[in-house]
T-cell receptor
Framework: DGGITQSPKYLFRKEGQNVTLSCEQN?????MYWYRQDPGQGLRLIYY???????QKGDIAEGYSVSREKKESFPLTVTSAQKNPTAFYLC?????????????FGSGTRLTVV | GENVEQHPSTLSVQEGDSAVIKCTYS??????FPWYKQELGKRPQLIID?????GEKKDQRIAVTLNKTAKHFSLHITETQPEDSAVYFC???????????FGRGTSLIVHP
């Protein structure tokens, strides 16, 4: 599915619960990213990772955590500290350091707090 | 950091008309400017990009122009079709870190 797979497509979270969104790519891309998309807000960067075992906070990292133990995988955990987690979450990857050639996006996970 | 402003937020055109979406950026070090198209319920997809060493790039009905002096770039779609209806995002890469900053998006509606 375009080389980058996000799961699940829909996710429901109860108040106070942590949930983890999966992102896997088979493009051999070095860099991976998580974005949050809200209506009228565009794409806001949560975390990114340019190499394995290293990641950096983006503009809205509070209440989120990530890991990058494998090149192919970059899971995002939405913790109970994130007070307004209902949104559409997009994972992306790119070739990596050096010249930038644009993103390949996953198909997204829609997270709803119930 | 980089700041990208995108206008208009909504654009409605008749089929066959042209559509223009404009973005401005703040960081003069930005050197890569991609455009993404996101159809309803789908992932954003890169449709065209331009680097700072060129002023214009075309791909069939779409073109992007860049004015580095004024720090703005635009997406031009000619002979619009209903399937062009989508949200379009511009972005500017702030150099160095190569992490692009996105505009807020333009919802393009093409009426048959």
């Amino acid at each position: 599915d375009g080389g980058i797979t996000q799961s699940p497509k829909y996710l429901f979270r109860k108040e106070g619960q942590n949930v983890t969104l999966s992102c896997e790519q088979n493009l051999n891309h070095d860099a991976m990213y998580w974005y949050r998309q809200d209506p009228g807000q565009g794409l806001r960067l949560i975390y990114y990772s340019q190499i394995v075992n290293d990641f950096q906070k983006g503009d809205i990292a509070e209440g989120y955590s990530v890991s990058r133990e494998k090149k192919e995988s970059f899971p995002l955990t939405v913790t109970s500290a994130q007070k307004n987690p209902t949104a559409f979450y997009l994972c992306a990857s790119s070739i990596g350091s050096g010249s930038f050639y644009g993103y390949t996006f996953g198909s997204g996970t829609r997270l709803t707090v119930v | 950091g980089e700041n990208v402003e995108q206008h208009p937020s909504t654009l409605s055109v008749q089929e066959g008309d042209s559509a223009v979406i404009k973005c401005t950026y703040s960081d003069s070090a930005s050197n890569y400017f991609p455009w993404y198209k996101q159809e309803l319920g789908k992932r954003p997809q890169l449709i065209i990009d331009i680097r700072s060493n060129v002023g214009e790039k075309k791909d069939q009905r779409i073109a992007v122009t860049l004015n580095k002096t004024a720090k703005h770039f635009s997406l031009h779609i000619t002979e619009t079709q209903p399937e062009d209806s989508a949200v379009y995002f511009c972005a500017a890469s702030p150099g160095g870190s190569y992490i692009p900053t996105f505009g807020r998006g333009t919802s393009l509606i093409v009426h048959p």
